[in-house]
């Protein structure tokens, strides 16, 4: 597994929650504009981190997911739950969502991944407990350079296991799936 190293602008981001950031440049109606005063603005536009934001239409309330199979390794493919366009560049993915077993269960596991599919992806999974048990709560990142016009990334999961009598497939529902990307200077691989 390589490690990798992001580097974000800090300084950026943290002047822009601080404050809002303001243009160097101001115009006023009926005035002439400079050149140089109209590409400052344009180049400090473009140096600001640029955050895109997407919920998920297809479960943004309770949605229902059904197992497909009983253990892993599980073959089956990934229902996506949330997915982004993104332009060519590097970001910094984060996905959450949460869920719950609705069935009785002798166990259980959501697994999930976030990224480009077939691509740049990170897994991660966690262990149901009955609706009575309580929620489960995952979140995942990602780093992902995107080279093509538009890439999409998704959040998909798929579910496994076993009611008590240990044959029957569970169900969960899962619900707040949402993808957010940060775009970052650069990713470099270490």
């Known amino acids: 597994m390589t490690k990798t190293k992001l580097t974000v602008l800090l300084v950026a981001v943290a002047a822009a929650s601080a404050a809002p950031a303001q243009v160097p440049h101001t115009f006023t109606p009926g005035t002439p504009a400079k050149a140089a005063e109209v590409n400052a603005n344009f180049a400090f536009l473009s140096a600001r981190p640029q955050v895109i934001w997407a919920r998920s239409a297809t479960c943004d309330t309770p949605c229902a997911m059904t197992a497909t199979s009983l253990h892993i390794p599980n ?38 991944v976030l990224g480009e599919s ?3 992806e990170d897994f991660s999974s966690i262990g149901l407990a009955p609706r009575l048990g309580g929620q489960k709560h995952l979140g995942m990142q990602v780093p992902l350079v995107t080279t093509a016009p538009s890439t999409t990334v998704r959040l998909g999961c798929k579910l496994f296991g ?3 009598d240990g044959v029957t497939l569970i169900g969960a529902e899962l619900w707040g799936a949402k993808i957010l990307a940060l775009q970052a200077a650069s990713v470099v691989e270490q």
């Open 162 to 164: 076993a009611r008590p």
């Open 118 to 120: 077939g691509g740049q």
């Open 75 to 112: 073959a089956d493919p990934y229902t996506t739950i949330a997915s982004l366009s993104l332009p060519p560049g590097s970001w910094l993915l984060f996905g959450k969502l949460t869920a719950y077993a609705t069935t009785e269960l002798q166990f259980g596991d959501l697994q999930c």
